[in-house]
């Protein structure tokens, strides 16, 4: 199932939809559940209910379908109460470290990183970037993500795995210029870490098949740089599966129903699958040649992310974003 | 004006309660708003209606009012989109990093520290506090805070003080023995800083009187902790006020309405005021007689937090927390 959340001048939660295998039309589920954040927090009594609307929006038997236009949705989830992002890809963590020489954690293959990023308003997936100050270091982090029941605190990772509910896709904004006086603090990341964006669409782990296994999504993720190939890691090789990163989040606080766990950026070790921010392609060209050609992002730049299946059909929607100076 | 969240099974948000001046009457208004993250979602809108149904009630002209009934309400505002908790008090900086042998921050009086918390479901300002391990190191931190309407990215201070709607204590419940390890990470706090508590009632500036000024509240914080005095800190001492706090947090991403900004752990050079957190009495009691004499909370532990205005009156509720083993 594949659902979405379409603009309304009502609701900052948007309109709970239902979105057809190929993301082609979509059909209003609002007698279901008002948003998909309500549907979350009653998940149990709802699901079935879409689930229905899903197999008869795909065999076409929808009447009040209408034709998906990319610009009237919000991210799958437009608001929610945690937003955990973790840090599973253990060669993304090493370059990155590298990029600002700072050491790598002694738990480096133990203990997830994870910090609490902005939920409160994310922005929508063809939503423009923001941007104050070129200095700000502006780069995108492409990412999985998983959207979770309601968590009791101390679950366990196999446990875990039972609460993911939905996946979705994130492009995690960050401001790479801000990042080393703000850990300097001690404090972690806050302004270096603005509203990110999900993709328009959030589906069940039916849709991804056989891509979903041992906790990981097993598929690549595609990024396009201005309109040029910049990555294609594939999702699976996540140190930490989604189960442990949720364990880790719940260790000392039940989680809300609606809660979404990032994967961190998607990162293979293999430079021909090029990178899923640019930070890291900084440091590869450094290592490569010795010096770092490629800038943080400008005025006008873009960025797009998907993910197809092994059928090669778009699971997830795209996320496109233009950085905007404001 | 005061406002409460009445504890509902239908909603996570409670119902929207006026309270009286006295703390002792309330009253529903959901009719004005089903609960106060939606008011203040809508705050031009609604404030004067519940202005209006405030005078009624301290006037005793209510008709449906009802006794307040401590364990009936929620946090004031039980959960929301952003918690950006800050620490703007330098002393209680310096005692809990002098506990931790960590360096201070070179910009110590010139950007504030903060980091986003837990705030997807507070708890409730009666509630238990959850101890599932006794090395986590439970403490207490009695804080003011308050609640921001919609705040705009690259808010100065000035305007930023123009964005409070409402004011609340917190119990920022905090897990001392997971905190170096974590910052060690270099991602900042998680597991170390679970649900916290906010006051059973949020109030307008004009409940503070002549104690709101400068973008302070001039009242000292009442800490009792199992029962017996702990602290008097005053709120005033804090060295960043709250616009620079939320100018800071709205730096690079607006901030949703309903925003809630700490203090952070109220604290005074004075050691006759007391402390606000365990922490802080530790690393006192270890300055002025070499040893640590104060462990950290255990199971059965109390802690009550609350705040008098100049004419005796409880400003806020109290809260009052007991520590249960999970």
Known sequence: ????SLKSPHSRDGELCVISKDLKTAVKATHISANLREALEN????????????????????ADSFPVKEGDFHSALPR??????????IYHIKLVRMARKAALPETLETVPLMYQGECGQFLAPTEDIPQRDFSHGTDFEGEVGVITDFVPMGVTPEEALKCIRLFVL???????GLIPEELAQGFGFFQSKPASALSPFAVTADELGSG????????PLQVNYNGQFFGKANASAMHFHFGQLIAHAAKTRNLAAGTVIGSGTVSNESHENGSSCLAE?????????????TPFMKSGDTIEIQMLDDKGQNIFGRIFQKVKAV
Chains 1, 2 share one sequence.
């Open 170 to 176: 994130i492009n995690d904004v960050s401001l790479r």
């Open 212 to 219: 979903w296994k041992e906790g990981r999504i097993h598929f």
């Open 43 to 62: 998940w149990k009594d709802k699901e079935a209910s879409l689930q229905k609307i899903y197999a008869d929006l795909n065999a076409g038997s929808v």
């Open 80 to 89: 929610t109460w945690l937003f955990a992002d973790g840090s599973a890809f």
């Open 281 to 293: 392609k900084r440091m590869i060209e450094q290592i490569e040649t010795g010096s770092i050609k």
């Open 1 to 4: 199932m594949k659902l979405g």
